[in-house]
């Protein structure tokens, strides 16, 4: 397994899921669902979010982790620690830090892995977990690879969904050997001309 190979895990309604990875990290794999499994708004109740209170969180680690994945699949996923730093543009709170299994990227991991290349690649817009300019919004990709900080209002926009998750590869490949894996083309390089959320991703315990 390297970066930019593409893998299965899970299903939506027996159609596999398919992950690209996205970095390697004592012996873990940082995966980004190639598909939008849902399109869901960011939060259910109008006013001031963040990424620890909104309702999309929840759904990501309730509904569709035990929905996607088997038992032994969800035994693959590592619960991770996620930092959730201001908006460094207008200092828009994160919110506290989190322990979470599913996940959104926050503006500096999708600042870090992806390049208009690869986004280009993806036609929808697609949120990530970080706060926009106030604290009713949260950032979105646009198709074109740019971030928006301003429209996303948090319960006004049902925006794709493209979970991301910390798998443990040894307990993967041990589980089941014949899963699908190909090489990726997509460019790792080139990042788009949006600079900075001060955090990197929280990493796997």
Same mark, same amino acid.
């Given at each position: ?11 939506? *309604? ?7 990875? @996205? $970095? ?5 794999? @940082? /995966? /980004?669902?190639?598909?939008?499994? $849902? ?19 929840? #759904? ?10 088997? *038992? ?17 543009? #207008? ?8 322990? *979470? ?5 926050? !503006? ?7 390049? #208009? ?26 198709? $074109? ?5 301003? @429209? ?43 600079? !900075?959320?001060? $955090?990197?991703?929280?990493?796997? *315990?």
């Amino acid at each position: 397994m390297n970066i930019g190979n593409i893998i299965s895990l899970g299903s939506i *309604d027996k159609d596999p899921l398919q992950w690209t990875i @996205l $970095d390697i990290r004592r012996n873990k794999a @940082l /995966l /980004l669902s190639n598909m939008a499994v $849902d399109k869901r708004i960011y939060h259910e109740r109008p006013g001031k979010t963040t990424w620890e209170r909104c309702s999309l969180r929840r #759904y990501l680690n309730n509904f569709f982790l035990i929905y996607a994945f088997s *038992d032994a699949e969800r035994r693959c996923i590592v619960s991770t620690n996620l930092l959730n730093f201001p908006n460094p543009e #207008y200092g828009t709170p994160g919110g506290h830090n989190t322990k *979470d299994s599913i996940f959104l990227l926050s !503006g500096s991991e999708y600042v870090e892995y992806f390049s #208009y290349q690869r986004v280009s690649k993806f036609s929808d817009f697609w949120w990530l977990r970080s706060p926009g300019y106030r604290r009713d919004t949260a950032l979105f990709v646009y198709a $074109d690879g740019s971030i928006n900080q301003y @429209l996303g209002t948090a319960n006004s926009f049902r925006i794709a969904v493209r979970p991301a998750l910390w798998l443990d590869m040894e307990v993967y490949l041990n589980h089941d050997r014949n899963y699908f894996e190909k090489e990726n083309d997509f460019c790792l390089t080139g990042l788009p001309d949006w600079t !900075g959320l001060p $955090d990197w991703t929280g990493l796997p *315990d």
